[in-house]
Antibody, heavy 117, light 107 residues
Framework: QLQLQESGPGLVKPSETLSLTCTVSGGSISSSSYYWGWIRQAPGKGLEWIGSIYYSGSTYFNSSLKSRVTMSVDTSKSQFSLKLRTVTASDTAVYYC?????????WGQGTLVTVSS | EIVLTQSPGTLSLSPGERATLSCRASQSVPSSYLAWYQKRPGQAPRLLIYGASSRATGIPDRFSGSGSGTDFTFTINRLEPEDFAVYYCQQYGNSYSFGQGTKLEIK
């Protein structure tokens, strides 16, 4: 059974860069069947798709975040990562990583990232 | 970008009743790449339906989805207490996007 686990700082200062990593286990991150994604949910808000990456490195981003987002994949470590630059308080959210194979069948437990000085 | 609009915003029902949720897309969703998720507080979203009408692994047949093009429906028959949560539709046929959610609350 595919498992995903987010890791990274829970507190980031305004204007700095939020960095998160998702570790995939129980399956291959290089599987051609999966796109790997990041989704977030701000307090009291709905789900927001941030972006997706394929094992080859191809990326797709939410147009509203595109200018601030970078994603990468490290197949040797079975990890993919998110960087969100120049954060503000509105980037405070629970961040989820997920695996898409005709829908997001697999999710990490989520990690709360708070943007505050 | 495909915008998904869910209705109603809140649905108040009693256990044992049927819930019907709607998701309308601003343009046709390619190949009916439309999913439904359940979101409970403090938990990760749970995939219920993919491909508009296919149930994910382990999902009871009380849950069903239908539709194509721009109009999709999600139904829960015989509501159980644990079904009261927020439900999101998502399209993954043209990039990705989520609807704003429907809160299913106990009447």
């Amino acid at each position: 059974q595919l498992q995903l686990q987010e890791s990274g700082p829970g507190l980031v200062k305004p204007s700095e860069t939020l960095s998160l990593t998702c570790t995939v286990s129980g399956g291959s991150i290089s599987s051609s069947s999966y796109y790997w994604g990041w989704i977030r949910q701000a307090p009291g808000k709905g789900l927001e798709w941030i972006g997706s990456i394929y094992y080859s490195g191809s990326t797709y981003f939410n147009s509203s975040l595109k200018s601030r987002v970078t994603m990468s994949v490290d197949t040797s470590k079975s990890q993919f990562s998110l960087k969100l630059r120049t954060v503000t308080a509105s980037d405070t959210a629970v961040y989820y990583c997920a695996g898409d194979s005709n829908g997001y069948h697999h999710w990490g437990q989520g990690t709360l990232v708070t943007v505050s000085s | 970008e495909i915008v998904l609009t869910q209705s109603p915003g809140t649905l108040s029902l009693s256990p044992g009743e049927r819930a019907t949720l709607s998701c309308r897309a601003s343009q046709s969703v390619p190949s009916s790449y439309l999913a439904w998720y359940q979101k409970r507080p403090g938990q990760a979203p749970r995939l219920l339906i993919y491909g508009a009408s296919s149930r994910a692994t382990g999902i009871p047949d009380r849950f069903s989805g239908s539709g194509s093009g721009t109009d999709f429906t999600f139904t829960i028959n015989r509501l159980e207490p644990e079904d009261f949560a927020v439900y999101y539709c998502q399209q993954y046929g043209n990039s990705y996007s989520f609807g704003q959610g429907t809160k299913l609350e106990i009447k």
